[in-house]
């Protein structure tokens, strides 16, 4: 699948976005880094945490460069040391987003539950729909195929209700960073761009799902 020339024709919009994303990400988050903020990452997320009630929510400094999640099952809210430690712009901006997953969590917003729900089988699909496909066209059993292609479409429902999840955590970022005073409007314009050029990174992988189904459909679906 992989070696076929066609595979890489249909995902290359979403590859070209996906590289663009991430070196927006990168410029974005350089400069915003650049620039002061009252309080580090860990000090904004705990006093927008706790502003919220969710005092219960733990905040741990993991490695690895912007590997910044929230974990619903522990309660942790984990940051990497470049938003842990920093007071800039950048850093309060990030862990604000994944304050507004936490407090998502708490308030069970529909789609995160949702998206939560379906996490252990948008993994699955991921990774055994694909060899599913593979061995079903090599072995030429239609149900196979079919049963591949339905358990890589659980990966597609995902990154569909991901979108909204994520634009919803930096909407209630931005709103928690002004409420609270962390930053102001001027600030908030370099945080904003923080958080959209991260979301285009979600928009790439959502692309590139679909992209790849649709593949899948065209190309091991035909008699």
Not at 41 to 53: N, Y
Not at 90 to 99: C, F, M, R, T
Not at 100 to 121: C, E, F, M, S, T
Request: glycine share 6%; with cysteine; charged share 10%.
């Amino acid at each position: 699948m992989f070696f076929d020339p066609l595979y890489f024709v249909f995902i290359a919009p979403a590859f070209i976005l996906g590289l663009w994303a991430q070196m927006r990400v990168k410029s974005t988050f350089a400069t915003a880094q650049r620039l002061a903020a009252p309080l580090s990452g860990a000090a904004a997320a705990r006093h927008i945490l706790d502003s919220a009630g969710l005092q219960n929510v733990d905040i741990q400094q993991v490695q690895g460069f912007l590997s910044d999640h929230y974990d619903p099952r522990h309660k942790v809210l984990r940051l990497s040391p470049e938003v842990y430690q920093n007071r800039s712009l950048a850093a309060v901006g990030i862990a604000a987003h994944e304050s507004g997953h936490a407090i998502q969590d708490a308030h069970n917003y529909a789609p995160l539950v949702v998206r939560n729900a379906v996490v252990p089988a948008a993994g699955f699909g991921s990774n055994i729909g694909i060899l599913l496909v593979i061995l079903g066209a090599v072995f030429q059993v239609g149900p196979l195929v079919l049963a591949g292609i339905g358990l890589f479409s659980c990966v597609v429902f995902f990154q569909l209700v991901n979108l909204p999840v994520e634009f919803n955590a930096s909407a209630r970022a931005k709103a928690q960073l002004v409420q609270l005073g962390i930053v102001n409007q001027q600030e908030l314009v370099y945080v904003n761009k923080v958080l959209n050029a991260a979301a285009w990174t979600y928009v790439a992988a959502t692309l590139q799902a679909i992209l790849t189904l649709l593949y899948l459909v065209l190309r091991f679906t035909r008699r």
